[in-house]
């Protein structure tokens, strides 16, 4: 080991190394917060004023992060927030938690990572360890940040060291955090690998160093597609089973009885959220660089994004069991988010849902804990909406609800109690229902699809 590097190591073993993390969002801030209970000085950038502002006030503004710990943190003066860089001159360590979404044209967007990456070559001083770890295409670290941290003639693996750790957090998981969710990290070089271990195993039980930075950007490319590839197959087994009347639910209930080769996912109303409809679009890119056509994704990608289509197709059944037309007809969406028990609504189909009923005529509310009020979006149809409550007089007011994210805290029972259609895209509604029309399950026996009576005259010849 150099001695630039000896020291740096030192100084992250004694907690005496200064660390960045640049981006303070659903991954950076948890990290921020692990690292300085880990022991470190931890300096947060962020060109968000609210978040910086909430964070040198003590306060949290993530559900997962507490708000006493940052308090106490923050008090402690082990963890300080800023807007500028210009702390960038005085880290040891910085870590790039920054979004990398995809263009319109599904192409990836390394705007922010450029940016970021930018503002900190301008203060990247000998001896320095640089860590990207938001999710994007294998050959990002060493083709794109690279070069962009050279400009200023330092070298990554001599003068400065250069590493990717993909991060794997789970919003809104109360088992697996950041502390014990294992950490892949691959360096330009080994020492470069070596430096980035001993930073995260300050605050991380498990580090699982790989090869080289391409290995583990692909490692997280293999974990999300994998996902994104398995809930398009369950999907499709949903749509399958509605017109095979089986209930997928149950099916997926017994298969994963098996101890072995197999592993349950569930199907819904489509992929949410920063990651899963994201990443695997990353890859794909990459590989048609090299004139690779990556079947699996493009596939998945087909199925999941068909899921908010089939989802307004069940409401319309359900509502055409009533004889009601979407057009006019009242629904309440209940829960907005991309999944259960988080304040996100990154991509999430609900959105795309509401947008297609508003265009159909439907007239929308929605119920959130999470969201108290959804702004005016696009895709959601451009409304500006608040949420309202689930109270049964609310509930019978609607023509039908949409269980869309099944967030715990709904009273699913008292839904069905009260709403007079209920369609579950979730199985929040365990048990076969007369009014609940479950996504992947047969449409309730009694549904009533008789031709209704029209009243006729008969004209005598
Ligand atoms: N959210 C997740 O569940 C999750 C899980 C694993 C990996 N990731 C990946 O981690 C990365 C970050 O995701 P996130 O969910 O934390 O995003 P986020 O939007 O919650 O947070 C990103 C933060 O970066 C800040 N930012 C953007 N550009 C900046 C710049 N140039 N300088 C300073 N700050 C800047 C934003 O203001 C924001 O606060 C993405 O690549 C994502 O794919 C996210």
């Not at 990836?108 to 999710?135: F, K, N, W």
């Not at 691959?186 to 430096?195: D, I």
């Amino acid at each position: 080991m150099t001695s630039t590097a000896a020291q740096l190591l030192d100084r992250i073993v004694t907690r005496r190394a200064r660390v960045g993390v640049v981006g303070l969002g659903y991954v950076g801030l948890p990290l921020a917060l692990e690292l300085a209970r880990g022991g470190l000085h931890v300096t947060g950038i962020d060109h968000d004023t609210r978040k910086v502002a909430h964070l040198q006030r003590g306060e949290s503004y993530i559900p997962d992060v507490s708000g006493a710990e940052v308090a106490a943190l923050t008090e402690a003066g082990r963890l300080t927030a800023r807007t500028s860089f210009d702390a960038v001159a005085m880290l040891d360590t910085v870590n790039i938690c920054v979004p990398t979404p995809l263009r319109k044209t599904r192409d990836p967007d390394l705007s922010y990572v450029v940016s970021a990456v930018e503002a900190i070559a301008e203060r990247l001083h000998p001896g320095m360890l640089v860590i990207l770890e938001s999710t994007t295409y294998p050959g990002t670290t060493e083709e794109v940040v690279q070069p962009l941290l050279e400009r200023g003639n330092l070298k990554a693996g001599v003068d400065f060291f250069l590493a990717f750790s993909p991060e794997r957090i789970d919003p809104g998981n109360t088992t697996f955090k950041t502390r014990n969710v294992p950490k892949v990290v691959g360096g330009t070089t080994r020492q470069c690998a070596e430096l980035a271990c001993a930073l995260y195993s300050t605050a991380i039980d498990t580090v699982v160093p790989v090869s080289s930075p391409r290995v583990a950007e692909m490692v997280k490319l293999l974990e999300n597609t994998f996902r994104a590839v398995n809930i398009g197959l369950v999907n499709e087994i949903a749509l399958m089973c509605e017109r095979l009347g089986i209930d997928v639910w149950e099916v997926v209930d017994a298969a994963r009885t098996k101890p072995f080769g197999f592993m349950p996912f569930y199907p819904g109303p489509g992929l949410g959220g920063h990651c899963i409809p994201i990443d695997p679009f990353y890859l794909s890119w990459k590989a048609k660089q090299t004139g690779f056509e990556p079947r699996f994704i493009e596939l998945a990608g087909h199925v999941n994004a068909s899921m908010p289509h089939a989802v307004v197709d069940k409401i319309a059944d359900a509502l055409n069991t009533h004889r009601k037309p979407l057009n006019g007809s009242k629904v309440l969406i209940a829960g907005v988010t991309y999944k259960r028990d988080i304040d996100d609504i990154r991509e999430s189909p609900a959105l795309d849902v509401m947008g297609m009923l508003h265009q159909k005529g439907a007239r929308l509310s929605y119920a959130d804990p999470f969201v108290p009020r959804l702004p005016a979006l696009a895709c959601a149809g451009g409304l500006d909406l608040e949420s309202v409550s689930l109270d049964p007089a609310t509930l019978a007011s609607v023509d039908a609800v949409a269980i869309l994210t099944d967030h715990t805290t709904f009273d699913y029972d008292a839904i069905v109690e009260a709403a007079p259609l209920v369609v579950d895209t979730r199985n929040a509604v365990k048990r076969p229902h007369p009014h609940v029309f479950r996504l992947g399950a047969p449409q309730p026996a009694c549904a009533d699809l008789r031709p209704a009576v029209v009243a006729t005259t008969h004209r005598a010849a």
